[in-house]
């Protein structure tokens, strides 16, 4: 079964290499370095360029050669938003501009005090959403993984600082609780619904054409904690701007019995995978999942 391991390929140093550039050169420097780095990482990872590759001429049907230079575009584009993400916690000199899109539904859940969930995916740069949700005014969670090198992880800390708070996902189920907490002090808690271990419960269902697997934890929660839920994505336009996307929220209804929250759950799910196809198919170069994501692939 096709599954996402926990972590990302990156090491330390050129962690290191990046950040002194943008602190001493600035982001376009730190752009014109990182076409020689996605270059390399296109020449060298077979693995990777098998798989967007794969993704490009399946879900898309491109041809071979405009495949071929979507897997580049591709790396470039990863390269840049983590440079972004860098650059914005850092406090470097970088202005970036803002486009919003649904913002006046997440305002309502400020104002009215009802909390939210927010479920992103693995495109474009969600943690700069982080910073873009900071106009909300209001307290914002970030669910993730903690499947950062601690090198790295320990490095960032010294040259970021984050203006959201993080629930990291723990094996003893402790972060719980801080879930808990955060929607009973009416909070944003955001989180991806595209990944998930080996251990994870999921539920498949047809994206992109064909059947992969998605966690089913996220969806329970829209249905569980009866929040407004709604799908947020935050794009890349161009070397300065961002594009936020918010649908519409939504409550979901728990069912008493197991089959009717199941099939809620597989509701919700095929509603985000709708959003998580539209938006794909803006921004074909933002698809961030390095492994093989559908099931049939993954045999």
Known sequence: MATWKGKTRGGLAGYKIFVTVLKYSGLPAAYFLLR????????????????????????????????????????????????????????????FNFT???EEYLRK?????????????????????????????????IIMFDAEHENIKDYLATVTNRNYNIIVIKKDNSHIYEIN????EKQIICIHGDRFLKESKKMSAEFLGEEAFFPTGPFYMA???NVPVSFVFAMKENNKSYHFFASPPQYYRQEGLQIKRDQTILRIIKSYINEVENT????????????????????
Not at 69 to 95: E, I, M
Not at 181 to 184: E, G, K, L, W
């Open 223 to 225: 249905m569980k904690y």
């Open 280 to 299: 794909i198919r803006k921004y074909p170069a933002q698809w961030f999942n390095y492994y093989n994501f559908w099931e049939k692939d993954g045999k």
């Open 181 to 184: 907490n955060a929607f009973r």
């Open 109 to 141: 859940m400020v104002d009215e005090k009802t909390g939210g969930l927010l479920i992103s995916a693995h495109i474009g740069n969600f943690e700069m959403a982080g910073y873009m949700l900071e106009r909300l005014k209001t307290k914002v969670n």
């Open 100 to 102: 919003f899109e649904g």
């Open 36 to 95: 020689f780095v996605a270059l390399y990482f296109f020449l060298t990872n077979p693995r990777s360029f098998s798989i967007i590759f794969k993704f490009y001429r399946k879900r898309f049907s491109y041809g071979f050669f405009k495949s071929v230079g979507c897997v580049y575009s591709n790396y470039y584009c990863f390269g840049q938003v983590l440079l972004d993400k860098v650059a914005v916690t850092a406090g470097f000199k970088t202005r």
